[in-house]
């Protein structure tokens, strides 16, 4: 019953503190893309892979009071920051849920990451069913506006192989 | 000379009667061959709003309705709105009305619940048609080699021309401004209706994006405001969204039932590749509602008395009750009703059900926020882009508000029937709070 949430509440829970909605959304991405249990839909946005549900199901968890977001304004936007509550601790608790132990320092990993190199990330896992050059071309089209060069590319090519062994 | 196949137009223009947009007008061969290929013809078979018909009789239309109608919008505002100005770029005509005519192709009968419980996403499968080895396959790969593809990334949001993607997906594209209207319209409600036409006429083309010259802001107002009543008046209807409960557990039933080796009185081939997570594309071509209801009528018959139960609930309107229900005080509630509800011989697991808003496929409006999510941008004189809500209130004061819902599905009939678990079914509807009358 409300297992979705949980899961959710669990990576939170895993995460400490979160910077970012874009951030949230590319960390659970790439989880689910490493087959952690998360049921969110996700589709291609203009910024990467977006969930629309996960959204509303962030909004759920503020209204329940089980996370507190708090909202900073930055240059020209506004910036979130996610922490589990008392309650949220409690419900979690009270759930009888497994959780892979790898879950914890997989997240951890990913949110150690800027939220740059992780768009970077999820949308090279989005393209992942295509071949070698022609992933790499995608990439670079659709981020066209993001400029990213050859090294970050690299990196991030390099970093989801590192990924893969953390799963 | 022969023209090419992307120019050719019909001897005469064919028009389709619609009671959403009185005509539908097709003058290209692309687009009236598109419509004749079997893939799309499929999508008669495929009601737009799923089991909404359970709560309002009358929508009983069709994907085909809507995607004809998705393609109607797009026409009129390329052929009657776009066409000459500097900022639209005419080659992208054929491939914007193709994308629009094509956009759903991929869903399946009851989609969302098939997509939850299946793990299935009808945005592969309309890739899979559009790339695979099928009719509307062949039809657009005499435009061009590549047209196909570019079809696909249009729908998909993975192509590199924004502009085109947000005419048909984005937070005002002609997707939601048929569906909000034909739902409306088929529904019976009197929420869901906005001036289209002046919508239509105050569309702009601009480098990323498609925007609203600002003198247009109240019609976009009303349409933010039809879009927020549907929601909650219909595409969250509690008891749609109960018969939605019923549907998935049936689901969830008939594929726990594959997975203990159950033996089905008739044997459901439609499902099979589905119970064994290998679903291809010819398989998932033969579904279509028909052939869904048939296997329920079917297991109205068989011996697992859950799957005979819900099966019956579902054909026969007989659905679960509801409560409201506050996971944040009531979570450990839950926990005793799952105890209880066991104890009454009644898996919680399909007659204890919590229905969140989050478990529904459509969405408000939202500004802007980090970026995820491209807003509507008004055009003002100045020729500056400025957010819709920071610039109308009503749009403000709605798209501000987090409302958010829960509630408790149940059978009330099973709890009230006191031959068996008196004193344990007294309890339970004590908790619910649900009178015995």
């Known amino acids: 019953m409300m297992k979705d949430h949980a899961r959710l509440m669990q990576a939170f829970s895993a995460l400490g503190e979160i910077v970012g909605r874009k951030k949230l959304q590319k960390i659970i991405f790439i989880a689910k893309k490493h087959n952690y249990a998360f049921h969110e839909k996700y589709q291609f946005h203009f910024f990467g892979p977006y969930s629309e549900e996960l959204t509303l199901r962030v909004e759920e968890l503020c209204n329940m009071g089980f996370i507190n977001e708090y909202n900073e304004k930055k240059s020209g936007y506004y910036q979130y920051r996610y922490e589990v509550t008392e309650e949220g601790q409690a419900f979690l608790d009270a759930q009888n849920e497994a959780v892979s132990e790898k879950l914890e320092p997989f997240l951890k990993n990913l949110n150690e990451q800027s939220s740059r190199f992780l768009e970077l990330v999820s949308t090279l896992l989005y393209f992942d069913s295509l071949e070698g050059d022609s992933q790499i071309e995608k990439v670079k089209k659709v981020k066209a506006k993001q400029n990213y060069t050859d090294k970050e590319l690299d990196e991030a090519l390099t970093y989801i192989k590192q990924l893969n062994q953390l799963v | ?437």
């Not at chain 2, 770029?89 to 994308?99: F, K, N, V, Y």
């Not at chain 2, 937070?171 to 009197?190: C, E, K, P």
């Not at chain 2, 590749?273 to 048939?294: R, W």
């Not at chain 2, 026969?316 to 009703?337: A, T």
């Open chain 2, 1 to 437: 000379m022969t023209m090419k196949y992307s120019n050719q137009k019909l001897q005469e223009e064919k028009v389709f009667k619609d009671p959403v947009h009185r005509y539908i007008h097709v003058r290209d061969q692309v687009i009236w061959d598109l419509i004749g290929t079997k893939e799309f013809q499929r999508l008669r078979r495929i009601r737009q709003l799923g089991t909404t018909y359970l709560t309002f009789h009358g929508a009983e239309h069709s994907r085909l309705n809507h995607s004809l109608g998705v393609y109607e919008i797009i026409r009129r505002i390329v052929d009657d709105v776009f066409a000459n100005r500097p900022e639209w770029d005419e080659s992208e005509r054929l491939l914007s009305l193709c994308a629009a005519l094509l956009h759903d192709l991929g869903h399946g009968p009851y989609s969302h619940s098939f997509e939850k419980v299946f793990d299935l996403d009808h945005e592969v499968f309309t890739q899979a048609i559009i790339l695979g080895d099928t009719e509307v396959n062949q039809v657009l790969k005499r435009v061009s080699r590549s047209f196909p593809q570019k079809v696909s990334d249009v729908i998909a949001k993975t192509y590199d021309n924004n502009q085109i993607i947000s005419l048909i997906s984005s937070q005002i594209d002609a997707d939601r401004m048929d569906y909000l209207q034909r739902d409306a319209y088929f529904t019976g409600v009197s929420y869901g209706h906005f001036d289209m036409e002046r919508i239509l006429r105050v569309l702009r083309p601009r480098e990323d994006q498609v925007v609203i010259k600002s003198s247009g802001m109240h019609a976009v107002e009303d349409y933010i405001m039809s879009r927020y009543q549907m929601y909650w008046q219909v595409y969250f209807h509690p008891v749609t969204r109960s018969s939605e409960v019923i549907l998935t557990k049936i689901l969830h039933r008939a594929k726990e039932l594959s997975e203990m080796n159950y033996e089905f009185a008739y044997e459901p081939m439609h499902f099979v590749s589905m119970f064994e997570g290998k679903v291809t594309l010819k398989d998932y071509l033969k579904l279509d509602e028909s052939v869904i209801m048939y296997y329920f009528q079917m297991w109205e018959d068989e011996k697992d008395p859950i799957l005979r139960d819900l099966c019956s609930r579902f054909i026969n309107r007989n659905l679960f009750k509801y409560v409201e229900f506050d996971p944040s005080k009531e979570y450990k509630k839950l926990n005793k009703l799952e105890q209880l509800f066991s104890e009454a011989d009644l898996d919680p697991e399909y007659y204890l059900v919590v229905d969140s808003s989050s478990d529904l496929p459509y969405d408000f409006y939202r500004p802007g926020e980090e970026e995820e999510r491209v807003p509507i941008h008004l055009l003002m004189p100045s020729g500056e882009l400025r957010e819709l809500s920071r610039q109308s209130e009503i749009v403000d004061a709605i798209s501000g508000k987090r409302r958010t819902d829960h509630k408790l599905y149940y059978p009330k009939d099973l709890l009230m029937d006191d031959s068996t678990h008196k004193e344990t079914k007294e309890k339970i509807l004590a908790i619910l709070g649900v009178s015995e009358h």
